[in-house]
Structure formats: structure tokens, C-alpha cells
């Protein structure tokens, strides 16, 4: 009860890739870059087991971005014709790929990732893929003409990888959508379908994680414009809640989401934001407590699962071990209450 995880990603070592940065370049390449992805990926499951994490994840440790960790594993994509274009509804610019043709993937993508993961911990692992709409999102198109053709196929693909990886003994996959908070008439007409395109017929849990982005300055000063109430997910909730995903991730902590839209979701999982990724502010275990006895008031502790609002991949090492350090205490904290 009250098992916690983490939404994706950590940061990653300095003699891996440079700090504090998305879309950070690596420092090596070839052989050598592999093997110290395979050592990032050991660090980052062993400070979550120390931290108390229940469901650990590799951290993202062997992708250069969340999105190309697996764009970059397709046919149909011509990284040689990068274009610079607006996303999630301009709210910031990304130089991105072409599709130049039909999208299928050349082989397995994370198969080694799991494997070399589920060899390395006996806790029970989860997984991170973007979502089709997110892919969509992130991409430029110049072959379906349609985002949600484009989509479908994004999601057929990514199915016929995850039932590859539960094969190998994952235990959650997540799919990321942060392309749910910005395009709700899409999510309505066919984000929803392409999300239970992806997890058909799975037998792992499943999850998809919806936030307001990492916490870099264009996603905080979008924040700034969302009001005094943040109600996005009420209207991409209910929709899930009729859908086949199991749970859904989503920002809470330092958010202006009000908690009671969790109660939306139907009998899902709920993987509470309670460690927010947009400060170095580090929460006292009681401060996770405190959202989690929130989080309480609408949905039963059987279906909550502690984690932190987004991907900590931009924040110091030191900062995202508090994080966790906390995290697992606070989730802790509230188990010796129930039981007592
Ligand atoms: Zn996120």
C-alpha cells in the first residue's frame, strides 16, 4: 500500500552528460558511451532502492531526451532534416526530425534497457515510453498529413514494443502524454483511443503521466497564465477513467491543481505528484505525508502511489537523492499511521 515510484527520469552523472540541461549532449560515444550508460543506470537503481522507492525506474539514464529515446529508433524518421518548429502549442521551440514515410521500428528499442535493469534490482520495475500524442507533438510531419493517422501508428508501434518488454519481466509502463494538459479537443477526439491502442492487450500495469513539463522557465511562466485554479485534467480525467489504462501520473505538489479532481479517475491507479520537480527546494518527509493524506480524502490508499510531479532530470544530483530521500520517508511515514 501506498507503494512509491517516480514519474521518469533523474539526472544524469557529469561524466555522462553535461548537468542541469535538457537535450544534453553526451560526453562519449561508441562502446564507451554504452557502458557508462550501463553504470548510470546501476547508480540511479540503487539510489532509489536506498531512498525507499518501491517501483524503481533506470532513470532515463541511457536516453538523450525522452522523446528521441525512442523516435530515434524508427524507420520513417529523417533526423538529416531537423527543422525548428513550436510545440505543445508553442509554448516553446524544439528543433525536430521529419517524417518522411510510415513509422515502424527497426527492432527492438528498449529490450536491452529492461534487461540489463530487471538483471539489477529486485524491486519491481517500471518503464517510460512518450506517449503517441506527445511523439506527435515532437516531431514534424511531412508524409501522414493527419496527427491522428500519424498517432495510431505511434501507437501500434509502441504496443508491439511493450508487449516485448512485459515478456521480459516489466512490471509498469508508463506512457508520458504532457500534450494532455495543452491539446484537450484532441485528447477527446483521439488521444484517449491512440493511448488504449498502446497499452491493447498488456497484462503489466500501466500508467500514463500528464504534467505541466519539467521546471524550466517557459513551462513556469505558462503556469503563470493558468489562473488561479488549474482545471485541465478536469476534462482529460473522466475521459480516462473510462479508458484502458490502469492509472494515471500526474502534478500535484507546488501545483494550483485542486486534489479533488484525482476523484474523477474512477477506480485507477493514482500516482500522486508529491515531490515537486520545479524548485531545489528539497520537502520534508512531512510534506509528503501531507499530500498523501490529501490525496486520501478522495481515492483509497490501495490505489495510491506516491511519486514526484515530472522527470527530475534538470536538477543537481544531490538535489533529486533529497527528493527521493523524502519521497520514500514521507510515503513511510503514512503506512506506520494506517497500520497503527
Ligand atoms: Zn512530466
Not at 527520469?9 to 535538457?22: D, F, Q, V
Not at 517524417?99 to 534497457?113: A, F, K, L, N, Q
Request: charged share 25%.
Amino acid at each position: 500500500m501506498l507503494d512509491t515510484t517516480i514519474a521518469g527520469s533523474l539526472p544524469k552523472p557529469e561524466w555522462l552528460a553535461p548537468p542541469n540541461t535538457l537535450w544534453a549532449p553526451w560526453r562519449l560515444e561508441g562502446r564507451s558511451l554504452q557502458e557508462r550508460k550501463r553504470d548510470a543506470v546501476l547508480l540511479a537503481l540503487r539510489e532509489q532502492e536506498q531512498a525507499g522507492i518501491d517501483i524503481v525506474a533506470d532513470g532515463e539514464q541511457t536516453r538523450g531526451h525522452f522523446v528521441w529515446g525512442l523516435v530515434d529508433q524508427l524507420d520513417g524518421i529523417d533526423f538529416s532534416r531537423m527543422i525548428t518548429i513550436g510545440i505543445r502549442a508553442d509554448r516553446y521551440k524544439a528543433t525536430v526530425p521529419t517524417v518522411t514515410g510510415p513509422v515502424r521500428r527497426r527492432g527492438s528499442i528498449h529490450g536491452e534497457d529492461v534487461r540489463w535493469a530487471r538483471a539489477n534490482t529486485k524491486q519491481r520495475l517500471k518503464l517510460t515510453m512518450p506517449g503517441p500524442m506527445t511523439i506527435v507533438d515532437t516531431i514534424h510531419d511531412a508524409h501522414y498529413g493527419s496527427r491522428e493517422r500519424l498517432a495510431m501508428d505511434l501507437a501500434r508501434l509502441i504496443n508491439e514494443e511493450a508487449r516485448e518488454l512485459e515478456a521480459l519481466g516489466l512490471d509498469v509502463l508508463q506512457l508520458d502524454e504532457p500534450a494532455f494538459n495543452v491539446y484537450m479537443d484532441e485528447v477527446r477526439d483521439w488521444g484517449v483511443a491512440a493511448l488504449d491502442r498502446a497499452v491493447e492487450g498488456l497484462r503489466c500495469r500501466t500508467a500514463v503521466h500528464i504534467c505541466y513539463g519539467y521546471g524550466i522557465k517557459a513551462n513556469t511562466d505558462w503556469k503563470q497564465t493558468l489562473g488561479g485554479e488549474w482545471r485541465q485534467y478536469e476534462q482529460t480525467f473522466p475521459l480516462l477513467a473510462g479508458s484502458r489504462i490502469g492509472g494515471v501520473s500526474l502534478e500535484w505538489a507546488g501545483s494550483r491543481v485542486p486534489i479533488a479532481l484525482i476523484g474523477l479517475l474512477g477506480n485507477k491507479d493514482v500516482l500522486v505528484g508529491a515531490v515537486d520537480v520545479a524548485t531545489d527546494r528539497v520537502e520534508t518527509p512531512e510534506e509528503v505525508a501531507a499530500v498523501i493524506r490529501a490525496a486520501m480524502q478522495h481515492v483509497p490508499p490501495t490505489r495510491i502511489f506516491p511519486c514526484t510531479n515530472c522527470g527530475m532530470v534538470p536538477l543537481s544530483r544531490a538535489v533529486a537523492r533529497a527528493k527521493l530521500q523524502a519521497l520514500g520517508a514521507g510515503a513511510a511515514l503514512v503506512r506506520r499511521e494506517l497500520a497503527s
